[in-house]
């Protein structure tokens, strides 16, 4: 994976139209013509307390270069934490493409859609295809050959959330992945397009699996132990805070039960507070929580403002698809 990382970030040539084999500079010639990825590395934690989220998103750097994790609003009931390429730059434009900004939401689908075996909600979507209509040009500049496993996404988002008619607390992940093809030998010059978005629900479990702490990270093999595996394990530091603060004592123990649902938010948001310095070695993290029907507000904010959405679906009835698999009967 580091490697992938390192030869990532070297900038790439961008095809220009009836110029079909261009040489491909290397990162040191500076042409103004090339694209460079950003990429957001770190941790996304995620606790679903009695009534209410709460969000965490920590940063650790893949390379010199990189970016945090940004969070985004994506509409009135959901948030977005966006990891891997969330920003691209022209050296010559000081002004960089990101991912959360302009965003636009595609309207909503027709009501007599029938979704075929395997896919997504309608309403996620719609959200994944915005993201890939925006990520799809940038991709389609890419002309080197990147050391890339084919299973790791290129880009993804974390959605956080509630699903509309009292379905509750949902969380997802849409990835995005790559593939390649070479189309000029003499020149070593790839065509790269990137695959339709992979969608994968974490929260709810399945019923009657435990409910506890969520973590996840960007790259995936990021080393060091999750804050669940840590929790799980007894860490020493973490098991300490327990015996500051009795609350925290019922927080940890709710973890370890899988009932995180059962534990106040107050209790939880302090918690977090707490362990999140501990696991992330100093490094900046923001911390929010969500509330159904209420929007969500930060703990410990961001550097910068969250972008939204430029288009909201005000048409959207009640009743239309949630994000959230229906419980089983």
Known sequence: MTKFFHSFLLTVLLASAGFCTPAVPSAQEGHEDELVANLAGGRVIVDVARDSIIFAALDQPVERNSI??????????HIGVLLGAS????????????????FQRAGSRDP???????????????????????????VAQLHHKLDFPPDEPLFQVVIIGYAPNNYGPEVWVVEYRIEQEQIATREEYWQTRVLRPRYTQLYPPEKHA????????????????????????????????????????KVLESMRRGQTQKVAAVESIDFMRAVLPLVNEGAHFILGTMEEGGGFRWV???DEPVEKAEKQDKNRPPDAPTLMKRPNP
Request: no cysteine.
């Open 68 to 77: 945090p994790p940004r969070v985004m609003d994506l509409d009135t009931r």
């Open 300 to 302: 410990v904010p961001p």
């Open 112 to 138: 007599h859609y029938e979704r075929a075996p395997g896919e997504a909600e309608p309403d996620l979507e719609i959200l994944g295809e915005a993201f890939l209509e925006k990520l799809r040009p940038l």
């Open 210 to 249: 435990p409910r506890t702490v969520l973590e996840i990270r960007y790259p995936a093999d990021a080393k060091g132990p999750t804050l669940p595996q840590l929790i799980e394990g007894n860490d020493p530091e973490i098991d300490h805070l327990g015996t500051r603060d009795p609350r925290f004592t």
């Open 87 to 102: 920003e691209w730059k022209y050296p010559s434009d000081p002004k960089p493409v990101r991912m959360d900004r302009d």
